[in-house]
């Protein structure tokens, strides 16, 4: 394909390695189906002070995570307590597909790690967005559920994948992206844009609460901090749909997993840690709830 367009204003935080003539190329149209926009020439400048002070720090927090992940195989205890919790989804008839998953992740990561790693090699560390492993379960969870309404929140990559499967749909799902911060969504439409994408449904956090929205059959969660996380969860369970589910990030956290366990515990809501399917080499891994 030809060159990308670069629809974007450099003052706002976007560097570009094209040369000046073609900062506002023609735009070519859409990527064929399956291709990635070529590379070479969009870099993103984290929007944040946060995002780059994470980014300076990036070798040694990618170091330490590592570490932590690692750590995990000396607890072979949690690795049969995560198994059992995925036999038991998987005794689920819903979720029966997910019996040979091993299988089933390795084809869906194949097509969804180009896609990956363009996105983590240039917009985001991979250690702040959802892992391969995750990204694969959701894009089984959506080809399960055909769900026709799904929120994503906490954007970046996992606005990628869920538009990857918008595309794929028959019919297309609704898909919204909603974050806390506005410069990261607005960096997160600027690379859907990019990549050809629809940036519809794009809302900060604060107006998406504002709509009393309600009826998603699919909710990520993966919102901020992890206090953000356990501040947010009770909305977050109220936007799902019935028969829907909520897949929660980062449940490798203490005060992300216990606080999501007992919430679900009082309500009476099936859950399941799925890190049998989703954990990464940091550690990371999810918690699906049945609502
Ligand atoms: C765990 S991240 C969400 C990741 C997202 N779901 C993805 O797949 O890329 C949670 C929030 O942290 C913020 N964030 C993302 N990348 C960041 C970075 N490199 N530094 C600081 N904050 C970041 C954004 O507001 C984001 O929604």
Not at 24 to 29: M, Q, S
Request: aromatic letters at 8%; proline letters at 6%; charged letters at 25%.
């Amino acid at each position: 394909m030809g060159e990308i367009p670069l629809e974007v204003d450099l003052s706002e935080g976007l560097v570009s390695a094209a040369p000046k003539e073609e900062k506002h190329p023609a735009r070519p149209g859409p990527a064929p189906a399956g291709q990635l926009p070529a590379a070479g020439d969009l870099v993103l400048e984290p929007p944040t002070w946060l995002g780059r002070v994470m980014r300076g720090l990036s070798f040694a927090v990618e170091a330490a995570n590592c570490v932590r992940g690692g750590l995990w195989r000396l607890t072979p205890w949690r690795r049969r307590r995560e198994a059992a919790s995925f036999e038991a989804l998987c005794n689920n008839a819903r979720f029966a597909a997910l019996l040979d998953y091993p299988r089933l992740a390795k084809a869906i990561e194949a097509e969804v790690r180009p896609h990956y790693e363009l996105y983590t090699s240039r917009f985001n560390a991979a250690w702040m967005a959802v892992s391969l492993e995750l990204s694969a379960f959701l894009m089984a969870l959506c080809r399960i559920l055909r769900p026709r309404r799904v929120v994503d929140l906490g954007s970046g990559f996992s606005s990628v994948l869920l538009r990857l499967y918008q595309r794929e749909a028959g019919p297309a799902p609704e898909v919204w992206s909603v974050d806390t911060s506005p410069e990261w969504l607005d960096m997160t439409r600027r690379i859907l844009r990019w990549l050809d994408m629809p940036t519809d449904h794009l809302v900060t956090w604060e107006d998406f609460v504002v709509q009393e929205p309600s009826g998603f059959d699919l909710v990520v969660h993966d919102l901020g901090s992890i206090l953000t996380r356990r501040r947010t969860l009770r909305r977050v369970l109220g936007l799902t749909a019935r028969g829907g589910v909520v897949v929660i990030d980062d449940a490798n956290y203490g005060g992300v997993r216990r606080h999501a366990k007992r919430a679900l515990r009082r309500r009476g809501i099936e859950h399941h840690l799925v890190g049998a399917a989703t954990r990464d080499k940091y550690g990371r891994y999810a918690l699906l709830a049945l609502l």
